[in-house]
């Protein structure tokens, strides 16, 4: 399958496939992962390549599904967990914060927990509530978790596989309104992965100022960033990949050329990755800045009803108006 | 409070609790038995108060030959396991007295159901505790010194869990219930499980106490565990209060009979008869080992004690209720049982008193000598691999007293 183009849901399912075939320790875990291959299919096929004890159709219990996964892991295995939802991710928080961040810590060492948290994440799929949330400011702000997510398909297929063959837990994102666009990366199942898991990476080199941003919303400024060109600006896009621990020195490189950061997500901004992002800019690039570092985000609203959802997501014309505005400065 | 009053105290409680209407079905059986005393027929027991061997009837016939093939050594171990244990609690609780520990949860009361279940796992098991278990650490060969640390608030636990297969103590309660469960999970599905060979098939015992079945985590294992059909026996200690909050607060249909509901076993067992609580939970680990799935076991006591040394039980309980809970203690019961059969003479029993009390100096001298953590440790460990943002801010850190240190050096 080397240099095919796949969906970025076809992507992960490689990458997994990959990952339990190179160790036998990988198991899956969650509702409906198993025969029905997951409610996005990215499981699809692997519990009839790989058996029930390999991918486990678990009761419709999120604490139970994390808690259980934490003693298969204390017990040598590689658990790699689906939430279903974002929003359906709260009642495991406790044992994602109180036990899975915590326990190699506390054990001073002596325990491992080598397992991936996947969530779906993120709105744009016209869904009911509970379905489109982006909360991976609570995982990022817990010490002891490391906090991913891709945006294309052979991010998807490496990514994975890093996670899970990392030793630390690592809470994985996905944004499920990309999972079945068209691939537009191709994947070398062949070759070897371009980039670390912990890495940023700059996907559209520009000179007029960096649009920081992650998962769904990697598409959207690149879009924005060819609209913008037409007007002739030349805008540097960077996907962060990485949200804890992040990237710094590939972010403030950025900034530091382009000397205009607008950071975008789909999360709420009050208290979002985009505020750290600032600080931490505003911190080391300062006399670099010829404006404030701005942020594009949801509003501080919980995710509304779906009728609202393209007003309320950060677009194309949003993020224009922003660079606007830093360019004004 | 006359002895009578008190006699009827626990019950009223569970009375006043619940009132089974005719449109709620059958009455349940914990109001027919009185759940809430200690003449429950469906008990377990095999020594009464004084340590006079029962006669074997309905209910602890299932477990009466575990007890009978038991020795004279038998019954020492777990004496002396007694002994010890309590020995060791009463030193935690002095040593936060004294200022040297920041709290102490006593097992004060509980040490039968702690060593009788602690001495019925095998090397090959694993047990997962809350905070209270320090009987059944002392059982798994944990060094009594390991559970001072995080009381003394050097560490969060900081032992390796895997010398002794006994897991650092849990303070969210019922977290870890599951963990429990998936490490059982885990057993099957290494096939370690149902092969015969007894140094190989192994188990799991997951502790908590009464107030800790109420949580979600508790009943999500119990979930998982029924229909994995793993290998893990679930050990409530019901030591009847969760801090001020007695059982009625907790359940109207009691553990053990609950069970039944997520579909595996239950048993209720005198939690401060030894012998019982070994039997029962030898039984159920080895059907756990078989591939016979799980089981849940409600041994019955009493937290003589506060529920830690910042708790005030005078607010909430009577001291007289107390005092009939003293009538039963674990410690007069087995030394009663002992002598009566023979398994040990007066010089036993003075033996174990002074190894008490060398472990005491031990302890505490352990305790006073723990030292400070380096500061700079505690960014070690929090990430397997490296991160940038711990390493940036240890360099901070180091960087932030280096300067100090330049200071007074100048000065
Ligand atoms: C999730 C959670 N909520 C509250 C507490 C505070 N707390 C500590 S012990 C305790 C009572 C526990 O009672 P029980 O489960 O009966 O166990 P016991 O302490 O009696 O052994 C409470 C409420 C806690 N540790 N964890």
């Not at chain 1, 891709?150 to 998807?156: I, L, P, V």
């Not at chain 2, 061997?53 to 777990?78: C, F, G, H, Q, W």
Request: overall charge negative.
């Amino acid at each position: 399958m080397s240099g095919t183009r796949l969906s970025l849901a076809k992507g992960l399912n490689a990458g997994i496939r990959a990952a339990m075939d190179k160790d036998p320790k990988v198991v899956l875990m969650g509702e409906d992962v198993g025969t029905l291959g997951g409610v996005f299919r990215i499981t699809e096929g692997l519990q009839k390549d790989f058996g029930e004890h390999r991918v486990v159709d678990t009761p419709l219990a999120e604490s139970g599904i994390v808690g259980s996964a934490v003693g298969l892991a204390l017990r040598g295995y590689r658990p790699v967990v689906e939430i279903q939802f974002d929003g359906f991710v709260y009642p495991a928080f406790d044992q994602i914060v109180s036990q899975v961040a915590k326990m190699h810590a506390r054990s001073l060492g002596h325990l491992k927990l080598p397992m991936v948290i996947r969530i779906p994440c993120g709105g744009g799929i016209g869904a009911v509530e509970h379905h489109s949330e982006s909360n991976e400011a609570y995982f990022a702000h817990t010490a002891g978790l490391r906090v991913v997510t891709c945006s294309n398909a052979a991010d998807g297929y490496w990514m994975i596989q890093q996670a899970i063959a990392s030793d630390d837990p690592v809470i994985f994102f996905e944004p499920k309104r990309r999972y079945h666009e068209r691939g537009e990366t191709e994947i070398d199942e062949g070759g070897t992965a371009e980039l670390g898991l912990y890495e940023s990476r700059v996907v559209r080199e520009g000179t007029d100022a960096t649009l920081l941003c992650y998962g769904p919303m990697v598409k959207t400024c690149l879009q924005a960033a060819e609209a913008a060109a037409e007007e002739g600006r030349n805008l540097e896009v960077v996907d962060l990949r990485t949200l804890s621990p992040l990237d710094l020195p590939t972010i403030m490189e950025s900034v530091q050329k382009t000397r205009r950061a607008v950071i975008v997500h789909e999360a709420q901004t009050f208290v979002g990755l985009g505020a750290e992002i600032a600080a931490r800019v505003q911190e080391e690039c300062f006399y670099h800045l010829e404006a404030p570092v701005l942020r594009v985000g949801g509003y501080n609203l919980p995710y509304p009803p779906s009728r609202f959802e393209e007003e309320f997501l950060p677009t194309l014309d949003r993020v224009l108006d922003a660079v606007d505005r830093s360019l004004a400065h | 409070m006359s002895d009578n009053e008190v006699a009827g105290h626990a019950r009223s409680r569970m009375e006043g609790a619940f009132q089974p209407s005719p449109e709620m079905g059958p009455t349940p059986p914990s109001q027919i038995y009185g759940h809430f005393s200690d003449e429950n027929p469906e008990m377990v027991q095999f020594v009464d108060a004084d340590g006079n061997r029962l006669e074997t009837n309905e209910t602890n016939a299932p477990y009466a030959k575990i007890v009978e093939e038991m020795t004279s050594e038998d019954a020492r171990i777990i004496y002396r396991d007694l002994v010890l244990v309590r020995r060791i609690d009463a030193e935690g609780f002095a040593l936060q007295r004294q200022g040297e520990l920041g709290l102490w949860p006593s097992l004060f009361g509980q040490e039968a159901a702690q060593v009788g279940a602690g001495r019925a796992l095998r090397e090959q098991d694993y047990a997962f505790p809350g905070y209270r278990e320090h009987g059944v650490a002392w059982c798994r060969g944990v060094p009594p010194e390991n559970l001072l640390g995080m009381f003394r608030g050097v560490n969060h636990g900081g032992w390796d869990s895997n010398e002794n297969n006994f897991h650092l103590y849990t303070i969210v309660i019922g977290n870890q219930m599951l963990h429990a469960t998936g490490y059982a999970m885990g057993i099957a599905a290494d096939g370690d499980m149902a092969t015969g060979d007894p140094d190989r098939d192994a188990a799991v015992m997951a502790f908590t106490g009464d107030g800790g079945t109420s949580q979600g985590d508790f009943n999500e294992a119990l979930v998982f565990a029924a229909v994995k059909q793993s290998p893990v026996v679930f050990f409530v200690q019901n030591n009847q209060w969760a801090i001020s909050q007695p059982n009625e607060t907790q359940f109207i249909i009691p553990p053990y009979q609950r069970a039944r509901g997520f579909g595996f076993p239950g048993v209720l067992v005198d939690g401060n008869d030894p012998l019982a609580t070994y039997a029962v939970a030898k039984d159920a680990l080895d059907k756990a080992r078989s591939g016979q799935g799980p089981t849940l076991i409600e041994a019955y006591t009493y937290r003589m004690g506060a529920h830690t040394t910042s708790d005030d039980p005078s607010k909430y309980r009577s001291s007289a209720e107390v005092e009939i809970w003293k009538e039963k203690d674990p410690i007069k019961r087995m030394r009663g049982f002992m002598t009566e059969r023979n398994h040990a003479d007066e010089e036993f029993f003075a033996a174990v008193d002074a190894e008490a009390d060398e472990i005491a100096v031990r302890v505490r001298k352990a305790c006073q000598e723990m030292p400070d953590p380096e500061m700079a440790t505690m960014f070690d460990h929090q990430y397997t691999d490296h991160h940038p943002l711990v390493a940036a801010e240890r360099e901070e850190f180091l960087a932030y007293h280096a300067g100090f240190a330049e200071e007074g050096g100048q000065a």
